[in-house]
């Protein structure tokens, strides 16, 4: 048997020696199970996750919780031409080319690796509003100030207010909230 085995790790015999395979990285509301991988003739721990999703041009999956409770938008005076109110994904790829190294609310979703999938991004502002439109049954909180991936101008881009469903155009440099989605 493998001496360095952790809690939650999982070991088995492959015929010659004994394997050790890591306990998976915890989720945010996801479960584990032991599958067997009948191909391989080896175990693996399988992510159980019911991502939940809204209707808006397709289905888009929304991260089960928020990704930050405050990064600014980006860089006050810089147009990144992240203008399309409908498609976050390809605002959220202009925007990380403009911005470049740091955390700011794009790069936090376009470096964001979680459930098996490293496509998330900044939802557009329709995108987001179909969220606030949705959240009780996505579990989205009903407070606070949500950055979209849509620039009104090099000083300002859209959030939405989540107590209201208000629309602003505000400085980029505040911090606000944000949370990631994908598409299939």
Same mark, same amino acid.
């Given at each position: 048997?493998?001496?360095?085995?952790? @809690?939650?790790d999982?070991?088995?015999?492959?015929?010659?020696? &004994?394997?050790?395979?890591?306990?998976?990285? $915890?989720?945010?509301?996801?479960?584990?199970?032991? @599958? &067997?991988?009948?191909?391989?003739?080896?175990?693996? &721990?399988?992510?159980?996750? %019911?991502?939940?999703?809204?209707?808006f041009?397709?289905?888009? /999956?929304?991260?089960?919780?928020?990704?930050?409770?405050?990064?600014?938008? *980006?860089?006050?005076?810089?147009?990144? *031409?992240?203008?399309?109110?409908?498609?976050?994904?390809?605002?959220?790829?202009?925007?990380?080319?403009?911005?470049?190294? *740091? @955390? /700011? +609310?794009?790069?936090? !979703?376009?470096?964001?690796?979680?459930?098996?999938?490293?496509?998330?991004? =900044?939802?557009?502002?329709?995108? =987001? %509003?179909?969220?606030?439109?949705?959240?009780?049954?996505?579990?989205?909180p009903?407070?606070? =100030?949500y &950055?979209?991936? $849509? @620039?009104? *101008?090099?000083? =300002? +881009?859209?959030?939405?207010?989540?107590n209201?469903?208000?629309?602003?155009?505000?400085?980029?440099?505040?911090?606000?909230?944000? #949370? !990631?989605? #994908?598409? %299939?």
């Amino acid at each position: 048997m493998p001496t360095d085995v952790a @809690e939650g790790d999982m070991s088995y015999y492959n015929g010659s020696e &004994w394997v050790k395979i890591v306990a998976p990285t $915890t989720e945010p509301l996801a479960t584990y199970s032991m @599958e &067997w991988d009948i191909d391989n003739n080896k175990p693996y &721990w399988k992510t159980n996750v %019911d991502l939940k999703s809204v209707d808006f041009n397709g289905t888009m /999956y929304i991260y089960p919780v928020d990704n930050s409770d405050g990064v600014i938008w *980006g860089t006050q005076g810089v147009s990144a *031409g992240a203008t399309s109110s409908t498609d976050g994904s390809s605002n959220t790829d202009l925007i990380v080319v403009s911005e470049g190294e *740091g @955390e /700011y +609310a794009a790069s936090v !979703c376009a470096n964001l690796v979680s459930y098996g999938y490293d496509d998330w991004y =900044l939802p557009s502002i329709d995108e =987001l %509003d179909a969220m606030y439109k949705n959240q009780a049954t996505i579990d989205m909180p009903s407070s606070g =100030l949500y &950055w979209s991936s $849509t @620039e009104s *101008g090099s000083n =300002l +881009a859209k959030e939405i207010n989540f107590n209201n469903g208000t629309q602003i155009d505000d400085g980029k440099n505040f911090s606000r909230k944000v #949370r !990631c989605v #994908r598409r %299939d």
